[in-house]
Structures are given as C-alpha cells and as structure tokens.
C-alpha cells in the first residue's frame, strides 16, 4: 500500500499513485525495516526536479522495478524541501561516498538510518541491477554492509567541526573580493563554467563593499544575468540556473528562494546605481512573484516546475515559426533578431534573449506582450504550492524593501499580507513550523534558516512599516533561536535540541542557493541588537560569523552572506531613527532619505512604539527627525532629507 496520499508535500502527492510501497520519513518506516529485516530505501527528491520526475516516469511508475523494491527493501519517499535535515545528512553520505551530489538522491540505509550505499539518478536497468546487488550484499555478507554503514557514520562526525576563526575583519572582506575575482568571468559574468548558478549572497557582499573591484563584478554579472535566458524576457523571473557559462539555456524550474533573493539584490543594484536596467528586473521579477507564486492565503509557493507536458522548458521556448505564426512576418523577424532565436535548445527552439534594449521601445512593449499572452495558451509547468518559511521570509524582506524603494505601497502589503500567514499559521505555541498547504500547517519542525530568514523578513518588515509588531515576533523567534540552536563554540546547529535525532546533527555554515542558516542567523541577530541595543544578540552574531573569516580566502563564493554580514558589523551597522507621525509628508521624506541611503545592513526604527532604538528620540520643535546612531550612540538629529542624506553619506 502507498502510505503518500495524505501527504501535504506536493512533490510526495506526486508518487502517491507509484505501485512503489512508498513511506514517508518516520518511525514506521524504521519499524518495519527491522521487522521485516530489510534495508532503507530512501529517495529524495523535489517537486520542481527534472531528474526526479524522469527516474519516477522510468523506475518508480514501472510495476517491475516497483516489484523488487518493495520484496527488498522498506522504501521511503523524502521532499528536501520539507526536510531540509533529512537532506542533509544523507547528502553529505552520498558526497562522501561517491564524490559528488545531487536530485533524486537513493540512499541504501540499514534499519538504524546508517547509510551504506549512495548515488544520484539510476537509468532503469542500471537501478534493478543495482537493487538486486545492494539484496545480494544485505542478505549473503552483512557484516561488511554494517561495518561500511558505521564507517561512514563515523568519518561523517569526525569531519562534522564548523571551521572557525576570528571575526571578519576589513582585510577579510578586502582578500575575499580577491579569491571571487580568481574565479569571475569577466566577458559573461558569474564564477566560475557551466553550470552556472546566480551567485545571490555573493552579488550582496559585493554591493555593499563598494569598490571598483567589487563593482565592476557585480555590474557584469547582473546585467549579464538579466540579458540572458536564465531571466524569463516575457513574464519576469528567473530560473534556476544556466546550463551553459553564458547565461543562455537554463534549467527551467524557477524557486521562490532564487527569486527573493534577486528581487532584493537588483533593488539595491538600482539604489546603488540608478540603472533603468535594474529597476525594470526589479520590478517584474516582484510582479512576477505576485502574479505566479502567491497562494489564496497569501503565501508565496515554493516553485514552478521545469516541465510541462513532459518536456523540460516546452513552455518557455519558441521557434522562428511560432513567432511568425502569432506576429506576423515583419514583427516575427524583427522579434526574432532582437530575442536572439537562432536554435540555441532542443529541437530548433530558442530561449529568449535580449543582448540589447530594443531601439523601437513600443513595437517591443507590443510584440511581448502578444508572445506573452500567446504563451499563456499553452499547458503551463506544475506549481509546488506548499509555503516554506524560509523562503517566505525571503520573499517578504525582498518585497517590502522593493515596494517602499519604489514607492509601489500593493507590494509591501503583500508583504505583510505573508508575514500575516506565516505569523497566525507557521507558529504554533513559540515554535515555527517548516511549511504550510492551503493555509494548514504542516508537521515538520523549523530549522535554523526558518528561523532565521523569517525573523529577517519580520525585522525588514518592521523598518518599511513601523508596525512594532513584527519587530516583537522577530524577537521571540530570535529568543527560540539562541536558546534551542547553539553548538556551545559560538556557532548554532542546524536543527534544534529537541528536534528528531538523526545519525548526525547537520550543521553546515557554507551557502547554497540560499544563505546557511548560521550566517542568516547573524545576519538577523545583528539586525536585532541594532534595533534594541542588545549585547547579548551582538555577540551571538559575531560568534556565528566565525567561520567567514577562514572561508574568505579561498572559498567565498560558498560565505556570501557570511561576508555580506560583516561588512554590515564592520559598518556598525548603521542604525536610523525616524520620529514622526507616519502620516505626515516630512516623516515619510526622512524615511525615504534612509532606505535610498545603502549603508550596509543599515537598520531603522520607524514612528513611535516600544522598540529601545526609539527610546528618547523625540520630535525637534514640533518637526519630525531622524537620528543617526551606531551603538545607540547618536548624533544630533536632523529635520531635512538633505541634512540625513549627509549624515549618512559621512
């Protein structure tokens, strides 16, 4: 019997129908592998994975190779994104024991969780041969598949230390510029071959370090990004990531958590900058947010698949044919110089391009929207709509930042419309819960990043709106965090004390495709003890900051946030108050000066309330003001956007 169907994960609900006896991860599933004395099967996975979906169509939909799992072995069926711990464990298994990592991952498991046996994608017959070898191994000489499954268990702990070091200093910041430009690509932008990943964290640290260097790569790779066909040119967003160096075929699937994090680095591009560019990406990308990922309850969904109609980016690409078919000869020629579609995919399609702004700016403003609106004819890829609290988090600090940046007020109430549901919905009794679906939650623990992301998100929120209460909900999360998260050597674990045990605590402080939950939890703590003076989040932040300084050499494209945070502690960071009736023209211009000024990881307490930043900070002859401190040590207020501007430029 598959045992999915009353799954809340999208991606489990996927195999719901597999002749695969199928588990979810708990402690059923172990029970029955001792019972029955078989091994774990465990494979993990995502809604949005291609190669998920093509090892599920080849194996777990085949009544054959569903046959030989379900004599052998007790099968387990994981959504990584539910189960980011889950994940974690069995990755740095299966890195470990092959060399590399990957979705779907198969992990071959004793009963007690020991992983033995690892891979990625298994083609079908390569898997039944696979199967039947892993049986012939458990049942003719077990004692060497125990010995290799806590051999591996323990190499893992051993290696399981968090590399530390003193806290990040200005020459940290100045030798990890050096390391990243070691491996950025000066022609296309990014770091490093295909694939090539959007480098968010990092492009973060760059902006706030200022330097020509640090520009210049900054500038290259989000224009290149922005051009190529990793963006969508007709609807806005941007997918996972590019399979070439150049930017222009990518692997169709688009994340909530790529998207949040872009959307807030292209705002600040355009804060830094200007660049009609970056506000246009800006801007769609958060339009595009709204329109494709936000759910009934207000939530934003986790992703949109690769696939439609079992062909990865079928929805996406276009041929010279198809233009012509909906715009005409003339129109479908001049589209198809501008969008570059000269067969660059499969099959003789094209993904869109735009290498250069169009020199007809309304025959191009006619022709995508035709395309556009054509495109929306065809089958449509698969959205995953659980609501992950980390990844809302994200989305709610990006877009609350965007809508006051360009004074579009319908995005900041979309997010406070999220924080809303992930404040009455994600947190049960103190405790974040991971994901939602359909505005109930699920039974899945918060995990570090949860934590942290959301009280970023809610900190962010804070500063945009003046509403105190997501500065009091940022704390109480904050509060959980130090007291259920910490290692004892100044860096935090990544699931908390009480939280299920698996075979290790996962604890990793490098980046993926969004920030480490260690540096994201320096990152709101700083935030925090800049709002309320404490020393107690103060230290906890530069305690978790350690290991920047000796990832900074040599691997910062892996410590972006990391980096991005020290330069916010090395800044102060800067702390602004603005006091004044929200309402009132004067209040509203000082608060702007402040958020257009760019002062890394810059914090602002807003209106009246019982935030300890605004203690004291009163109106000056009736007028509203602003103070500028770090500290909480402040200068003399000022009553002028021009006098704040200067203040902050000093």
Request: one cysteine or more.
């Amino acid at each position: 019997m598959n045992r999915l169907a009353g799954a809340t994960s999208p991606y489990l609900l996927q195999h719901a129908d597999n002749p695969v006896d199928w588990f979810e991860w708990g402690p059923d599933a172990f029970a029955e592998a001792r019972r029955r004395d078989v091994p774990l099967l465990i494979s993990v996975g995502y809604s949005a994975c291609h190669w998920c979906h093509v090892m599920a169509h080849e194996s777990f939909e085949d009544r054959g190779t569903a046959a030989i799992m379900n004599a052998r072995f007790v099968n387990i069926k994981v959504d990584r994104e539910e189960r980011p711990d889950v994940d974690a464990v069995y990755m740095a298994a299966t890195q470990a024991m092959t060399g590399q990592g990957g979705w779907p991952m198969t992990v071959f498991a004793t009963p007690d969780g020991h992983p033995f046996y690892a891979g990625t994608y298994f083609p079908r017959a390569g898997f039944q041969r696979l199967l039947m070898g892993v049986h012939e191994a458990w049942t003719t000489d077990r004692e060497a598949v125990l010995s290799q499954g806590g051999k591996v268990v323990e190499a893992l702990n051993e290696r399981a230390a968090l590399p530390s070091g003193p806290l990040p200093t200005a020459e940290t910041l100045e030798a990890a510029v050096r390391s990243l430009r070691e491996g950025f690509d000066p022609e296309r932008g990014g770091f490093g071959g295909a694939p090539k990943f959007p480098p968010s964290m990092v492009l973060e640290f760059l902006l706030r370090v200022r330097t020509p260097d640090a520009r210049a790569m900054a500038d290259t790779t989000l224009e290149a990004m922005a051009r190529g066909g990793l963006y969508d040119q007709l609807a806005g967003g941007f997918a996972r990531y590019s399979v070439d160096a150049s930017w222009v075929v990518p692997h169709f699937e688009k994340m909530l958590y790529d998207n949040a994090l872009l959307l807030r680095v292209y705002a600040h591009w355009w804060r830094d900058t200007g660049s009609p560019l970056a506000r246009r990406i800006a801007l769609e990308t958060a339009e595009w947010m709204i329109a494709e990922l936000r759910t009934p309850e207000g939530g934003f969904a986790s992703a949109l698949d690769a696939d439609s109609e079992g062909e990865e980016g079928r929805f996406y690409v276009w041929t010279p044919d198809q233009l012509q078919e909906v715009l005409g000869q003339a129109d479908a020629a001049w589209a198809a110089e501008l969008f570059e579609v000269t067969g660059t995919f499969e099959h003789g399609t094209s993904v869109l391009q735009l290498l250069a702004d169009p020199d007809d700016p309304d025959r191009y403003e006619s022709i995508r929207a035709r395309l556009r609106a054509a495109r929306e004819l065809r089958v449509r890829p698969g959205r995953d709509d659980k609501v992950v609290a980390a990844w809302n988090g994200l989305a709610i600090a990006a877009l609350a930042e965007t809508g006051a940046l360009f004074d579009r007020p319908a995005l900041v109430e979309a997010a406070t419309r999220a924080a809303t549901l992930i404040d009455e919905v994600h947190i049960d009794d103190g405790r974040l819960l991971r994901t939602s679906r359909d505005g109930r939650a699920g039974g899945n623990a918060g995990v570090l990043e949860d934590y942290a992301d959301v009280a970023e998100g809610f900190l962010t929120l804070y500063g945009i709106t003046g509403d105190s209460r997501w500065y009091r909900r940022a704390e109480a999360l904050l509060d959980t965090l130090l007291d259920r998260f910490p290692d004892g050597a100044g860096g935090f674990f990544d699931t908390a004390d009480d939280g299920e045990r698996l075979f290790q605590r996962p604890q990793d402080p490098t980046d993926n495709a969004t920030p480490s939950g260690q540096f994201a939890a320096a990152g709101a703590l700083l935030s925090y003890a800049a709002l309320s003076g404490s020393t107690r989040h103060r230290e906890a932040a530069e305690g978790a900051l350690g290991p920047v300084s000796t990832l900074a050499d040599r691997y910062a494209r892996f410590a972006g946030w990391g980096l991005a945070v020290a330069a916010a502690a090395l800044a102060g960071p800067v702390e602004v108050a603005v006091t004044g009736d929200l309402s009132d023209d004067r209040t509203r211009a000082l608060h702007r000066a402040a958020l257009m000024s760019g002062a890394p990881g810059m914090v602002i307490a807003l209106g009246e309330g019982e935030v300890p930043l605004m203690a004291g900070r009163t109106l000056v002859d009736g007028e509203p003001a602003a103070y500028v401190c770090r500290n909480f040590a402040c200068r003399l207020p000022v009553t002028t956007p021009a006098a704040l501007r200067a203040e902050l430029s000093d």
